[in-house]
């Protein structure tokens, strides 16, 4: 167990004093050993071995708690999430993480700046914007790969090597689901339904809201870009398919004639007069010519190629 305290930074101290803190207190603790942590009742773990698994990010609201589950998009192409689950009390909020994701943010808040007030709201507010920090990157990240993805498409240059705009699709989709729910969360760390938080709170969970309802908007957005992107991808695809077919059929249509003779004069039967003449092989090899050359005359009449 990793055990911080709370104050205009966040200071790690030890899991013996963290057992009868009185001050603000924040903890990660992994799912395996959620039996073994002096800081967490009975109650509170048997509802948060629930959320071990959860799939998406979501709060709910007890009388005497709050808890949560996070499912965290990775900043990468892959479909992977970062799970963890949380508990508010009082002066104390315990995170439940068996990847070290939680560990590694509360790592960077304490050798981060300082706040002027010192709450549970500032401190779960801050924890809140952690998550979304890098993600405006991130997003302008993905529509360059959509731009490249587009240019490549429309000079017919297409790519398996690029990231294809499917991929793209879903972790905007993805994306999208996730700024709505940690708007929900951030909704419901507005209301202060138990009191936990400091006045001031609601105003800073509104700004979270906010935010994460614009990100919401650009993933979007960029989903809307990559279904488009994708159309092109596809008509560009079946443009190289008719133009597949198209060779194939002028192929065929000119050499069939060809086999229709070599097939006449592989018969071999012994009274065919013209296969005894001495210029029989010259005259088929000019009567072939001239029909190859005819099949092209029409084909490229038709715009065939």
């Given at each position: 167990?990793i055990c ?11 899991e ?8 603000n ?15 967490l ?5 048997q509802?948060l071995?629930?959320l ?7 709060a ?5 708690m709050i ?12 479909q992977?999430?970062d799970?963890?689950a949380f508990c508010i ?10 990847t ?6 509360l790592?960077?808040?304490s050798?981060?700046r ?12 801050s924890?809140?914007?952690r ?26 240059r ?14 905007a ?13 951030g909704?419901k760390m ?5 009191g ?14 906010d935010r994460c309802?614009?990100l ?8 809307e ?18 133009r ?16 229709l003779?070599?097939?006449w ?27 190859v050359?005819?099949s092209f005359?029409?084909?490229k009449k038709?715009?065939?190629?």
């Amino acid at each position: 167990m990793i055990c911080y305290e709370i104050k205009e930074k966040l200071q790690a101290v030890s899991e013996e004093e963290a057992a009868g803190w009185e001050g603000n207190l924040a903890a990660v603790v992994p799912f395996g050993d959620i039996g073994k942590c002096s800081i967490l009742e009975g109650a509170e773990s048997q509802v948060l071995m629930r959320l071990k698994d959860a799939r998406f990010c979501k709060a709910e609201v007890y009388p005497e708690m709050i808890i949560g589950a996070l499912a965290v998009p990775r900043k990468d192409y892959s479909q992977t999430y970062d799970r963890a689950a949380f508990c508010i009390r009082d002066k104390r909020i315990v995170f439940l993480d068996d990847t070290g994701f939680i560990s590694g943010i509360l790592e960077q808040m304490s050798e981060g700046r300082s706040w002027r007030h010192v709450s549970m709201g500032h401190f779960f507010y801050s924890f809140l914007e952690r998550l979304i920090e890098e993600d405006v990157a991130f997003l302008d990240e993905l529509e360059n790969q959509i731009d490249d993805m587009e240019e490549k498409a429309l000079d017919a240059r297409l790519s398996r090597s690029s990231h294809q705009p499917m991929e793209i699709m879903k972790k905007a989709f993805a994306l999208h689901r996730y700024y709505a729910q940690l708007a929900e969360i951030g909704s419901k760390m507005q209301e202060n339904q138990n009191g936990f938080f400091h006045e001031d709170a609601g105003r800073m969970f509104q700004i979270f809201n906010d935010r994460c309802g614009r990100l919401a908007e650009e993933a979007q957005m960029l989903r809307e870009y990559a279904l488009e992107v994708r159309e092109i991808y596809q008509t560009q695809i079946e443009v190289r398919q008719n133009r597949s077919m198209a060779v194939l059929t002028v192929v065929t249509t000119i050499f069939m004639p060809l086999s229709l003779i070599a097939g006449w004069y592989g018969m071999n039967f012994v009274y065919m007069p013209e296969t005894q003449w001495r210029y029989s092989y010259p005259i088929i090899c000019v009567v072939c010519l001239i029909i190859v050359s005819i099949s092209f005359w029409i084909l490229k009449k038709k715009k065939f190629f």
